[in-house]
């Protein structure tokens, strides 16, 4: 059989493997192709993470009061692992309990949610008589200070929203009365790190309004394997609030923040374990409930991604992308005849666009390369071997992320701070390649060279950032077969590009 025959088949192959799992999903198991038939609900994963000491281990996590509803959880325990929802005084806690356990060990909870504005921190009326707080421990000159914050704050306004608002608001200033300092210190090093939530919630119960803590989850499937977010839970004298004590002044938005945790108690709790955590994973879920559990009980191969733990899935949101901009690589390379330095540069840099604005991406990436290729001809009068100045490059091209993102810092430009995304390693690459061909073929060719690169990148950003493209990665891996079966031809095409027939018009007049 001839290699055009063999390609041939191997297309097919591949088409029909491709295309027949994605039929499948879609006839069988009822996956939605189109984009506009999906459905917005978030899925929100907990997992809790311990070292076992060898003993009977018994974890408990609180959880929110959406798991009434059963058809909108979903449990995970692991193997191994007996696991219950205990349900008491309308409080919800899973339960996971297991003998002579050792090692690391991780748990899952999932819960599943409509995209509907709902975030479980709604005002609430207390269901039981409140019992009196015990204030707290303060006595001597901090004490004293934080009754005079108290008695300053009542002075002004008694209502329990205002002094939340007033409390939080100058623990967070960077302005605050010598009272204010003294306490803060105090706090600082008997609490650390939750400080200032613990003396917020302190000085509400001083003023007579009972405040606790809560948890919750920001709505955000960019954000990875996140903490639990602290939030405080206080009595306005008919209802429970709950609010973000980053953000006082505002109300929970139910768009991007979901309370998890609330009505005092811990969080988790783990007997027979070490150093417990919990971490939660955001997704949001496009397709119906049932379809997917259908979906990640199939078969392996037609399961794919969904088939894993949500914080293991996030992952691949951006992985699924990258061969995609690889076929507009190809296509631009082989069809168009674009110059580009490297394959993967353009696709990287392409994938780093996605996490920040495209003009202040491209704005960043242009001051990198030119300070970069400026280093670099430094670099080359020192007369260093290839791989001496390749991490020399490196060492350069950190120096400047961490520059640009303090300078972006001070300006007030957020997005300075996500400069990290841009591939290390590509740049370092990208400004070694364009320095040797700025010697050796000029500076025409190394501009040409460098703005087909970023040309090519803004291309592959615009192809991977369509909603429906990024829908199909996701939940039909599976098509990326009929891509690379589209690559394997543009493989073998070895005409004229685009660009040279443009280039070599005057030959056809001739």
């Not at 421990?137 to 002094?163: C, F, M, Q, T």
């Not at 027979?272 to 990640?296: A, Q």
């Not at 995609?324 to 490297?342: D, E, K, Q, S, Y």
């Not at 990148?457 to 429906?468: E, N, R």
Request: some cysteine; overall charge neutral.
């Amino acid at each position: 059989m001839s290699a055009r025959w063999k390609l041939i088949t191997v297309v097919l192959l591949l088409i029909l493997i491709g295309g027949g799992i994605a039929f499948y999903k879609v006839s069988s198991l009822g996956v939605p192709f189109w984009q506009g038939q999906q459905v917005n609900e978030w899925q929100i994963e907990a997992r809790v993470s311990f070292l076992a000491t060898g003993k009977k281990v018994k974890a408990r996590l609180s959880l929110p009061s959406a798991v009434a509803d059963k058809s909108k959880t979903q449990e995970a325990g692991s193997l191994g692992y007996f696991f219950d929802v205990e349900k008491e005084l309308g409080e919800y806690t899973a339960i996971w309990s297991a003998e002579n356990r050792a090692e690391a060990q991780a748990l899952y909870f999932r819960i599943r949610l409509p995209d509907d504005g709902r975030n479980g921190g709604e005002a609430v009326p207390a269901k039981f008589p409140l019992t009196e707080n015990d204030d707290p421990s303060l006595s001597g000159n901090v004490g004293e200070e934080a009754a005079n914050i108290v008695n300053r704050a009542k002075s002004i306004s008694a209502d329990p929203d205002a002094l939340f608002v007033a409390f939080f608001e100058e623990i967070s200033s960077d302005q605050y009365s010598q009272e204010f300092a003294l306490l803060k210190r105090h706090y600082e090093k008997e609490f650390k790190s939750r400080a200032s939530l613990a003396m917020g919630i302190d000085l509400l119960n001083l003023s007579g309004v009972p405040a606790r803590r809560a948890y919750g989850v920001r709505l955000d499937e960019t954000a990875g394997s996140a903490p639990p977010l602290p939030l405080v839970e206080y009595y306005d004298g008919a209802n429970w609030k709950v609010r973000d004590p980053q953000n006082p002044s505002s109300v929970l938005d139910g768009r991007s923040t979901f309370v998890w945790h609330r009505g005092g108690g811990p969080l988790l709790d783990v007997t027979g374990g070490e150093n417990s955590r919990v971490v939660f994973t955001v997704s949001k879920d496009r397709i119906p409930l049932s379809h997917l559990s259908d979906l990640s009980s199939s078969p392996l191969m037609i399961s794919t991604i969904l088939g894993l733990p949500i914080s293991e899935r996030a992952t691949f949101r951006y992985i699924v992308l990258i061969p995609l901009g690889a076929f507009v690589v190809v296509l631009m390379r082989n069809l168009i005849g674009v110059p580009t330095l490297g394959t993967f540069m353009p696709v990287l840099v392409a994938l780093a666009l996605l996490q920040i604005p495209l003009l202040r991406g491209l704005a960043m990436f242009a001051v990198m390369v030119a300070v970069g290729l400026g280093f670099r001809f430094m670099l080359s009068r020192l007369d260093l071997l290839v791989v001496p100045r390749v991490a020399a490059c490196v060492v350069i091209v950190t120096l400047l992320m961490i520059l640009m993102s303090v300078v972006s810092y001070r300006m007030g430009i957020g997005g300075g701070l996500q400069i990290t995304l841009f591939p290390m390693i590509i740049l370092a690459w990208t400004l070694e390649r364009m320095s040797l061909i700025w010697e050796e073929e000029g500076k025409q060719s190394a501009l040409i060279q460098v703005g087909g690169s970023v040309l090519v990148a803004v291309l592959a950003y615009l192809f991977m950032k369509i909603p429906q493209v990024q829908y199909w990665a996701f939940y039909f891996p599976e098509l990326l077969l009929i891509l690379l079966a589209g690559i394997l031809i543009i493989g073998r095409y070895t005409g004229y590009r685009f660009s040279e027939l443009i280039r070599f018009k005057t030959f056809s007049n001739a």
